[in-house]
């Protein structure tokens, strides 16, 4: 029991020490790479390449002054970020990263723990994630900050609706909400082939979810300064920027396991350290087309953004569920 223990324990020190070196250069290599779609240079001073500059921007954050507002309710502001951050890390603990493998006769299960009900667990993390930021914005004694956390508040409880129904059918086919099971499932055939129309309702509703361009409505700088994080500065900023690409990323790994066979891909059968590279790519993949998503399209207007999420995908996210259920009801077979 104590050699299980320390296993998960090591375990848990390599995923945070992963996660939070991969928000570092993700957000690097979203300025490269936007800077490359607008014809602009991006950062490249710091070290080769610029490479250090996640580094620098860390250092600069530790040393900014932490400035509290007088009006605020000081607990909850504290409180707020933390809860952003400990909800984003805390989705990866079910993610299977890759396929159990045999080191040394010791056998290495690439996940925390294999939840019978794990995407359960994650929509409750995704859920959570809500009051790290309206309580942000509410705490912060400022118009501004509680208009964006009202805003979030509003349009993750709105999204999340479609979001949930798009992956009940993918549930349907696989027939459990073990992400382990579910990556199983598709050894054949991923299931992007029979539930597409499920994918893209699931992934529009994720870009609202994570609130990022064009949905970045509840810090829409043109309206609210900065919305719910404008009285928040050096590392308690840090954590809802943390807690934003953490969220970018579990959204990422969702749906490389739902859709996309999660660590499946060829090899994997004869050398199972593959499956873990292919689930990087899959995801790195993902994390792309968000960066893409924010240096092209423009934001829509927040009446816009929720007439879609409740007119256009509510009654989409239902209407395939209802063909899946049937499909599955009198075509058995195509599911087995």
């Not at 308690?236 to 739902?258: D, N």
């Not at 689930?279 to 792309?288: E, H, M, S, Y």
Request: net charge neutral; aromatic share 14%.
């Amino acid at each position: 029991m104590q050699e299980e223990f320390l296993v998960i324990l090591v375990k848990l020190v390599v995923i945070l020490l992963v996660l939070i070196t991969a928000v570092a250069y993700i957000q690097f290599i979203e300025r490269r790479v936007q800077a490359f779609m607008q014809s602009r240079l991006g950062p490249n001073r710091v070290g080769p390449f610029g490479l250090m500059q996640p580094l620098a921007d860390i250092l600069k954050l530790l040393f900014k002054e932490d400035l509290t507002p007088a009006g605020a309710d000081v607990p909850v502001f504290f409180m707020a970020p933390a809860i952003a951050a400990i909800v984003g890390i805390s989705a990866f603990a079910v993610m299977p990263f890759g396929p159990s493998m045999t080191i040394a006769g010791f056998k290495l299960n690439l996940y925390i723990a294999d939840l019978n009900i794990g995407l359960m667990y994650v929509f409750a993390m995704s859920s959570l994630a809500v009051y790290g930021i309206t309580l942000a914005g509410w705490s912060s004694n400022n118009k501004y900050a509680l208009l964006g956390g009202i805003r979030s508040s509003a349009q993750m409880i709105s999204y999340e609706l479609p979001l949930g129904l798009a992956l009940v059918s993918v549930l349907l086919a696989a027939g459990s909400l073990s992400l382990g099971d579910i990556v199983k499932a598709q050894t054949k055939l991923w299931f992007i082939v029979f539930q597409f129309p499920a994918f893209i309702i699931y992934f529009l509703c994720a870009i609202a979810e994570t609130g990022r361009a064009p949905f970045d409505l509840p810090e829409a700088e043109s309206e609210l300064i900065a919305g719910y994080h404008t009285e928040y500065s050096s590392m308690k900023w840090a954590l809802f920027f943390l807690a934003e690409y953490l969220a970018v990323m579990a959204q990422s790994c969702l749906a490389v396991t739902m859709f996309f066979g999660g660590w499946q891909g060829p090899f994997v059968d004869q050398a199972p350290a593959l499956g873990v590279l292919w689930f990087v790519l899959k995801v790195a993949a993902f994390v792309f087309v968000f960066i893409w998503l924010r240096a092209t399209l423009p934001r829509p207007r927040y009446d816009q953004l929720m007439r879609f999420g409740w007119k256009t995908l509510m009654p989409l996210s239902i209407a395939w569920l209802v063909i899946t259920a049937a499909a599955i009801a009198f075509l058995p077979q195509w599911f087995n």
